[in-house]
């Protein structure tokens, strides 16, 4: 459907509103998409998605990279569980966050320079907006949701940073998150009958009566606080972008299956089953959002850099393991530690199963998708920010192209990160501060 | 019911009589020079209490907050760096409307609302410009210029036209309110101080704005806002009387309540689990239990008692439920018809109790979630209750030395922790964390008393700042005459009052003024608060600091965008 087709639409409808309510029966309108439900009736595909994956701690050094580099045909035993699906994996070994001489803040200096490209000052928890933020910016200003973020383990933070302190908070409940997507605001893009309520619009003059009291502030306003402010602005057009969309009859799509709402939850904590299981619930409810066309940007952290991950019945956490435990002279690895890591990269290969099973005519949701999986950290036992494991999964509708891995020796990872915008569309030529500025994307995966 | 609607109402018509001179008010954020200094959210505790001060405690809230963020120490100060991000005013969109329909519905609007219009399916200008100016000025701590309440009465009549429902106009007007930037901030306005060019002040709606939330956690009441019109705030004998008036409310618990949970971090337990098979006894209700008693004790010894703040952390006195009972192991006696109430409880000396620092909302809150950690007890003794920053561990370290629980030869914590120091890069912090950290090893990660760890009997002597103790009590002893302790608190609640660190010129008045009067006053908080809310230096706004006032992490973003 053109623009100017669907403010034609909206013009009517708005036009119908001006007094009762109203049913206004549309037919199923079919010729939106092609018959393979792949691509809309202009030839365009859907939509390319974008998804980060984060967890804590990292990954044993020599046991997850693939031994050649260049065409991915093996991989490290801790990477065995997403076998199946390595021919849409892309493996990036070797980048490293180099330190420019600044103090580590454990867990919080390597996901702040891979997510936002600066290596922060001792003390500094967040500063620029981290790249799904970018991205978000850049292709989901049209979509109900900017952006969705949840927690796997509890925490209501999340790595989503507009910008200093301004984060977008994680959902820690599938059964809040399904309310807040599939609930009484959400329009069924694939529903006969479109009822559009007139107390919508009654909201949409609320808001824009909020908006004009901003202009009180002009001129009075410091630049901190002008920054925030416009966070506080940019937040409030996305809820007028909802209720516009909600006055709308949404574009059909046929993979779009709405869910019924997720049973078998558990308590939000960080034990491993409640993590696994909520895991799957989350990652089923984002797969159905991305698929009915609710947002393009997702972000999924199973754990927080600082894992907290804890086995039913036993005292230490993840995250103590990594420091506590004597590698075991024969394996070459500490056992616990590494069954931690079983589990989250179990929960990986979870993740891109669900994502993968999505069937979009002769596709999957995951072929249109670009997963960027990080982690904080390379070696835990030591804080290392050298060779810390990322990923990325899926083709993003052929801009990506899959099946690599990239071996470098200490290359800053912002190589990564600006690939990730560029495949994404971003405008963007160089990226990161200090020792990981770069302008270097790794073309070898950019179709 | 009626009672308490009848105290609502009362509130609400104090807030409508004034409503007159709110109408007439002028064009407040149009002052000439006017600056805005501070832009605070509210926090969730906040935005529930103004809630219930301003419609009443029926009033549902019907969603979830944005998570609050801590900057040096406080929520209150991580409430300057922080906005509304996309997800967050969904949920306040979410809960002001739900509030909104609350307030106007049948069953509240012949209390909330302050007159009956000339038809209910029609628009009533009159009526509703006497409602949301009233409302307005308790919901903005400030009147609403006349060209706000204008716009809102005409929110108000345009829905009202639309769907033929007065007070359906009436909610989304209010839901409006609820969703701008006026509520949700506390704006912090000032000006040009023409006695002296180097300092900005407060306008009077602020200064009532920042004592009110310092005192009560919450907006000004009408008779503050009353002062404030009226400029009282503006001398040293208006001030002085609605602080003692405010001291003297029983609303000054919830205001020192709010203050001790952000110091010591209580919204931490938030996310705070024990694994229930090692810690059956350990759930949410104990969790909540635990922080509650922590806030009885204090507001017992602090407010009731007017006692020393020191006593916090020796006093044997505290409040108990049956819940933390059984974590405690004390068998307790509760009154037949309150069998699962609170009672005061006075511990033997046996028990090993050292006030608040061997609560279970310290020692559990600090620890693992299957078992202590004397190192984070320590950081957070160390950083909470006397406001010294431990640095970051180095990277790179090896943690070669540290063996497991299972390693026959370090059972207990000491010894794991002391083959740790025996790293050089590793000892210079873990020195000043673990000694104190395990003096409170006898309290397991749920609180409960323990004498021996993996069959060893545990060691819980050490030493602070070169003072020797066999114990916790004794540690608890030597906190309580620790000048660190002190001086902590006095800064924490300048911190919290002011939303941000102190300043050089603050840090120096505070301590050559407020410490002193803290001292000379006992060391008792309401002494503390009169102190500082009764001062000029409380409200001051010296120029520099307004560029000052600029997070570092913002100063980044803001600078590379303008470069």
């Not at chain 1, 939509?47 to 991915?72: D, M, S, V, Y």
Request: charged share 20%; net charge neutral; proline share 6%.
């Amino acid at each position: 459907m053109n623009v100017a087709a669907q403010l034609g639409r909206r013009r009517v409808l708005r036009g119908m509103l001006g007094g009762a309510a109203v049913t206004v029966g549309l037919p199923f309108l079919d010729c939106f998409l092609d018959g393979s439900g792949t691509a809309r009736a202009d030839g365009a595909p859907l939509p390319t998605i974008f998804a980060t994956w984060f967890f804590g701690c990292g990954l044993n050094p020599g046991r997850w990279e693939p031994k050649t580099a260049g065409k991915l045909v093996d991989l490290g035993p801790e990477l065995e569980p997403i076998r199946p699906y390595m021919s849409k994996v892309n493996v990036f070994s070797g980048f490293k966050v180099p330190l420019d001489g600044k103090p580590a803040q454990p867990h919080i200096t390597g996901r702040i320079a891979v997510q936002t490209g600066i290596v922060a000052a001792a003390g500094q928890k967040t500063a620029l907006p981290s790249v799904d933020t970018i991205i978000a910016d850049s292709i989901g200003t049209k979509t109900r949701f900017r952006s969705l973020e949840v927690s796997c383990i509890g925490s209501r933070l999340s790595e989503s940073v507009r910008v200093g302190n301004i984060m977008n908070p994680s959902e820690i409940s599938p059964a809040a998150l399904y309310t807040r997507i599939f609930g009484a605001d959400f329009r069924d893009p694939n529903a006969a009958e479109f009822t559009p309520d007139p107390r919508v619009m009654a909201r949409q003059s609320v808001l824009s009566g909020v908006k004009d009291q901003l202009a009180d502030l002009q001129g009075m306003i410091g630049a901190a606080d002008k920054v925030r402010l416009d966070e506080y602005l940019t937040s409030l057009r996305q809820l007028e972008q909802q209720l516009d969309l909600e006055l709308q009859k949404p574009e059909p799509l046929k993979a779009c299956s709405v869910p019924q709402k997720p049973a078998g939850e558990l308590p939000p904590n960080a034990e491993v089953t409640t993590m696994q299981t909520n895991h799957k619930l989350f990652v089923q409810l984002i797969a159905s959002a991305l698929a009915c066309g609710q947002t393009r940007v997702a972000n999924i952290a199973l754990t927080e850099g600082l894992s907290t991950l804890r086995r039913s019945g036993n005292a230490v956490i993840h995250h103590t393991h990594t420091h506590e435990e004597p590698v075991d002279p024969k394996l070459g690895y500490q056992p616990n530690v590494t069954w931690f890591i079983g589990t989250i990269m179990g929960a990986m290969a979870d993740m891109i199963a669900t994502f993968d099973g999505f069937r979009e005519g002769d596709r999957t949701l995951l072929d249109r998708m670009l997963v960027w999986v990080t982690s904080e950290t390379g070696y835990a036992k030591v804080h290392s920010t050298d060779n810390i494991p990322t990923l990325t999964i899926g083709g993003a509708n052929g801009r990506v192209k899959t099946g690599h891995h990239i071996q470098t020796a200490g290359d800053p990872i912002t190589r990564v990160g600006l690939t990730v915008q560029q495949a994404m569309g971003v405008p963007v030529n160089s990226w990161g501060s200090d020792n990981l500025a770069t302008s270097r994307t790794v073309t070898e995966i950019l179709a | 019911m009626a009672k308490k609607f009848g105290i609502v109402l009362a509130f609400a018509l104090t807030a409508a009589g004034v409503a007159g001179s709110a109408l007439a008010s002028t064009d407040v954020p149009s002052v000439p020079g006017a600056r805005l200094v501070g832009m605070r959210r509210i926090t969730q505790d906040q935005y529930r209490q103004i809630i219930a001060d301003v419609f009443g405690k029926t009033i549902k809230l019907g969603g979830r907050f944005e998570p609050d963020q801590r900057d040096a120490g406080l929520l209150a100060v991580g409430a300057s760096q922080v906005s509304v991000t996309a997800s967050g005013f969904e949920q306040y969109d979410d809960m002001a409307r739900a509030i909104a329909a609350q307030v106007v519905d049948e069953q509240h609007r012949s209390v909330t609302v302050p007159c009956i219009p000339r038809s209910v399916q029609a628009t009533d200008d009159a009526c509703a410009g006497k409602f949301l100016g009233s409302v307005g000025r308790m919901l903005y701590r400030r009147p609403l210029s006349q060209r706000e309440l204008a716009a809102e009465v005409k929110i108000a009549s345009d829905v009202a036209d639309r769907l033929h429902d007065f007070y359906a106009g009436l909610s989304m007007a209010l839901t409006g309110m609820l969703e701008s930037a006026q509520f949700l901030f506390r704006q912090e306005v000032a000006t040009a101080d023409a006695g002296d060019p180097s300092h900005l002040a407060l306008d009077s709606y602020s200064k009532a704005t920042r004592l009110s939330f310092l005192l009560w956690n919450s907006g000004p009441d009408p008779l503050l806002l009353d002062a404030a019109e009226h400029g009282e705030l503006d001398t040293t004998a208006g001030l002085s009387k609605q602080v003692d008036r405010m001291l003297a409310s029983p609303r000054l618990v919830s205001g020192v309540r709010a203050f001790f949970a952000d110091m010591l971090g209580f919204t931490a337990f938030e996310g705070l689990a024990k694994d229930p098979v090692l810690y059956p006894k350990f759930s949410a209700r104990v969790a909540a239990d635990a922080q509650e008693q922590t806030l009885r004790t204090i507001v017992d010894l602090l407010l009731r008692q007017n006692g020393d703040y020191r006593d916090l952390f020796t006093t044997q006195t505290t409040f108990l439920t049956p819940l933390l009972g059984a974590i405690y192991k004390i068998p307790l006696t509760t009154p037949d018809d309150l069998p699962d109430g609170w009672v005061r409880y006075e511990f033997p000396q046996a028990a090993g109790q050292a006030g608040i620092i061997t609560q279970a909302s310290f020692v559990a809150l600090h620890s693992q979630p299957g078992r202590s950690s004397p190192t984070v007890r320590g950081k957070a003794l160390r950083e909470v209750l006397l406001c010294q920053k431990v640095p970051d561990p180095p990277g790179n370290v090896n943690f070669a030395l540290v063996q497991d629980t299972s390693n026959p030869a370090f059972k207990t914590a000491r010894q794991r922790l002391t083959a740790h120091r025996s790293e050089a890069t590793c000892a210079g912090c873990h020195k000043i964390m673990d000694p104190i950290g395990l003096a409170l090893e006898n309290f397991d990660t749920t609180g409960a008393f323990r004498s021996l760890e993996n069959g060893m009997p545990i060691d819980v002597s050490g030493e602070i700042d070169g003072l020797k103790f066999a114990n916790a009590q004794e540690l608890g002893k030597a906190i309580r005459d620790n000048p660190a302790a002190t001086a902590c608190i006095v800064n924490r609640m300048y911190s919290y009052g002011i939303g941000r660190s102190a300043t050089k010129e603050e840090s120096s008045w505070i301590h050559t003024n407020l410490s002193k009067d803290f001292a000379s006053g006992g060391y008792g908080i309401k002494v503390l608060l009169r102190a500082m809310a009764t001062s000029d230096q409380f409200y001051r706004v010296t120029k520099p600091e307004i560029r000052a006032e600029i997070p570092t992490s913002l100063r980044v973003a803001f600078e590379g965008e303008h470069k």
